[in-house]
C-alpha cells in the first residue's frame, strides 16, 4: 500500500516547524569486529574441513614406515538470503508535501531499516549459539562440550559450568583456547584475541583489560591479562546481543566466523504509469555464519 496524504495530514498544512523520527545515529558495522567478509558469486558457499594427519609413531630397525591418511570432515554450508525492503508514495502525497522531498526522507529511513536488519542477523550467529536448533557444519551448536572430532573424542569451546565474566572465568576460557585440538587431538597453538560483550558488561570489560593492577582486590598485583599482552585487540561491544550475561572470546583460529556478500545493497525507484505512485526498494543479499567452531570460546553467564 502506498503512503498517501491521510498519512502526512501535518506535512501538507502551513506553520509546521519540524519533522524528527529519522535522523538518529546508528550503531553502524558492528558485524566487522566478529565477521571476516568474503564476496560470493553462487547461491550457496561451503567450507570443508580438512583432517591430517596424527602423532609419528616409532619406526622400528629394519621395520617399514606406518602410512597415515588425511581425510575430508565436516561441510559448513552458507546459503545466501535476500533481504529488502520498499516503500511507495501517491503522486498526491508528492505534490502537496509542503517542506522537503518525501523521497529522499524516506529513502534514508530505508537504509537505516536494512542496516540495522543486518546488525541483528550477524548478532544473531552469537545469540543462537547456546541453542541445539541452530547447528553448525558438525551437527551441534556453535558453544558446545562435544564438538565430535573426526578420528573421535570432542572439542569444548566453553566451560563445563558456565559463569558470568569476571577475572577468573576470562583467564580460565583463555587457558582453554591455547589447549584446543585438531581433528586428530594435536595441540593447536591458538591464543585469544578480542572479548565481544553486550552492553550491559562493557564496563566490566573494561575494568578486567585496562586497569593495570587486579581487579576487586587491595593486593598489590598485577594485571596478569594486560601484562601478559593477552586479548591483543581488547574487547567490542556488541549492542545487537540479546543476552544480558554472555561473554564470547574470539580466536586466531582461521576460517571462522564469515560473512559472504552476494549482492551489495542496491536501491531503485520506478513510477506506476496507472497510479502515478513512486515506489522505492532496497535490496541485499548475504549470509553469515562459522565453518570451525575454534574459532570462539563462549559463556551464558552463570
Given amino acids: 500500500m502506498a503512503i498517501s496524504r491521510a498519512q502526512l495530514a501535518k506535512e501538507l498544512e502551513p506553520g509546521l516547524n519540524a519533522l524528527f523520527g529519522m535522523e538518529y545515529d546508528r550503531y553502524e ?23 591430517g594427519f596424527g602423532n609419528a609413531s616409532v619406526k622400528q630397525e629394519g621395520q617399514g614406515v606406518q602410512f597415515d591418511n588425511a581425510t575430508e570432515g ?32 524516506y529513502t534514508k529511513a530505508l537504509a537505516r531499516s536494512m542496516a540495522h536488519t543486518k546488525q ?3 548478532a ?27 578420528y573421535g573424542g570432542n572439542l569444548a569451546n566453553r566451560a563445563t559450568t ?14 582453554d583456547i591455547s589447549t584446543y585440538v585438531d581433528d586428530r587431538n594435536m595441540i593447536l597453538a591458538l591464543r585469544g584475541t578480542k572479548l565481544i560483550v553486550p552492553p550491559q558488561l562493557q564496563f566490566v570489560a573494561d575494568r578486567l583489560l585496562e ?33 544480558t550475561d554472555a561473554w ?22 520506478e513510477g506506476d504509469f496507472d497510479t502515478g505512485n513512486v515506489r522505492y526498494k532496497a535490496r541485499e543479499r548475504y549470509s553469515f555464519g562459522w565453518s570451525n567452531p575454534r574459532c570462539v570460546f ?5
Fill in 162 to 175: 558456565m559463569s558470568d565474566l569476571n577475572e577468573t572465568s576470562l583467564e580460565n576460557a583463555l587457558i
Fill in 124 to 150: 544473531n550467529v552469537l545469540n543462537n549459539a547456546f541453542s541445539s536448533s541452530y547447528t553448525g557444519g558438525d551437527g551441534v551448536s556453535l558453544i558446545n562440550t562435544a564438538h565430535p572430532l573426526s
Fill in 74 to 105: 565436516f561441510t559448513a554450508r552458507y546459503t545466501h538470503e535476500t533481504v529488502a525492503l520498499a516503500f511507495a508514495l501517491t503522486e498526491e502525497a508528492v505534490e502537496d508535501n509542503l517542506y522537503d522531498r518525501l523521497g529522499a526522507r
Fill in 29 to 51: 558495522n558492528e558485524h566487522a569486529e566478529i565477521f571476516e567478509t568474503e564476496s560470493s558469486d553462487r547461491a550457496f558457499e561451503e567450507e570443508v574441513l580438512i583432517v
Fill in 120 to 122: 541483528v542477523k550477524a
Fill in 248 to 269: 564470547f572470546v574470539l580466536t586466531d583460529c582461521p576460517d571462522g566466523f564469515k560473512h559472504f556478500e552476494r549482492t551489495p545493497i542496491s536501491t531503485s525507484m
Fill in 298 to 302: 563462549g559463556s551464558q553467564g552463570a
Fill in 211 to 243: 586497569t593495570p593492577g587486579r581487579v576487586g582486590t587491595a593486593d598489590n598485583d598485577i594485571n596478569a591479562i594486560k601484562n601478559m599482552g593477552l586479548l591483543p585487540e581488547g574487547y567490542a561491544v556488541n549492542h545487537f546481543l540479546v543476552d
